[in-house]
């Protein structure tokens, strides 16, 4: 596989004018827990190990937290950056673990692409390694990385904490929905939002889901254009977190 430099990417994002929507930063937990080292430094030949240690408030007292060891868990919050990132201004990234315990990690600030890390049952370091592999096999030449804990969930009521959910959209329409607590977010609506695009094939968009109790991956094919045209709620989808919807592009024919 031929590995793309970001580099040339942002030239052929910045020349076609059609730059993908950046997703906004991950939001904090419902109660927030606050960092209390600076991000540990990632050589470029290996990932180091992590030594921040979030503090928590536990009944009036501060617990600090072993980011090192933590088992990770829905809602936890990443703080990443990589040294080589041609949107330096977007040095500092956060990213979310999902209900079905993966993380999307952004490319870069500049980009809506991102890799996808299943952290559960890995600790900090191998989480590392994980993301530094997958940008050196597509986007970078040896990547240098820096990634921490920057707060965990500290309320373990799903209830409490889904209003963070997201569903990621890539293909011809790009972005991030949120999935606010309480409240349900249809397939069609979503793309909507996502404004238009004549190239984007809304009659056969891929929707791949992984089932958070147990790990397994579904996969549907939605024709979002007959729901839109003809009204047939039957066919939409309700949306979870960690959901990832491929918009491919029309067939042309010359």
Not at 27 to 48: I, Q, Y
Not at 121 to 135: F, N, P, Q, T, Y
């Amino acid at each position: 596989m031929k590995k793309r430099l970001l580099s040339a990417l942002a030239i052929l994002s910045l020349a076609s004018g059609a730059l993908g929507q950046t997703p906004a930063p991950a939001p904090r937990p419902t109660e927030p827990v606050a960092a209390a080292l600076a991000p540990a430094t990632t050589t470029p030949k290996e990932a180091t190990a992590g030594t921040n240690s979030p503090a928590a408030k536990e009944n009036g007292s501060v617990k600090m937290i072993n980011a090192a060891e933590r088992d990770f868990k829905p809602r936890d919050i990443f703080r990443f950056s990589i040294k080589e990132d041609p949107a330096p201004s977007q040095a500092s990234l956060e990213a979310m673990v999902t209900d079905a315990g993966e993380v999307h990690f952004l490319v870069s600030g500049q980009f809506s692409e991102y890799v996808t890390v299943d952290v559960r049952g890995k600790k900090l370091a191998e989480i590392r390694s994980d993301v530094k592999r997958m940008l050196d096999e597509r986007y970078y030449q040896n990547a240098s990385i820096t990634l921490d804990l920057a707060s965990i969930n500290v309320n373990s009521s799903a209830a409490a904490t889904s209003g963070m959910a997201r569903a990621r959209v890539f293909g011809e329409l790009n972005g991030t929905i949120a999935l606010p607590d309480g409240e349900e977010v249809w397939l069609s609506d979503a793309l909507i939002g996502l404004g238009r695009n004549e190239m984007a094939n809304l009659r056969k968009v891929k929707l791949q889901r992984k089932d958070p109790a147990t790990g397994a991956n579904k996969s549907f094919e939605v024709n979002v254009e007959k729901i839109l045209k003809t009204n047939a709620r039957n066919l939409d989808i309700k949306l979870q977190d960690g959901d990832r919807i491929e918009v491919p592009a029309r067939t042309v024919l010359f």
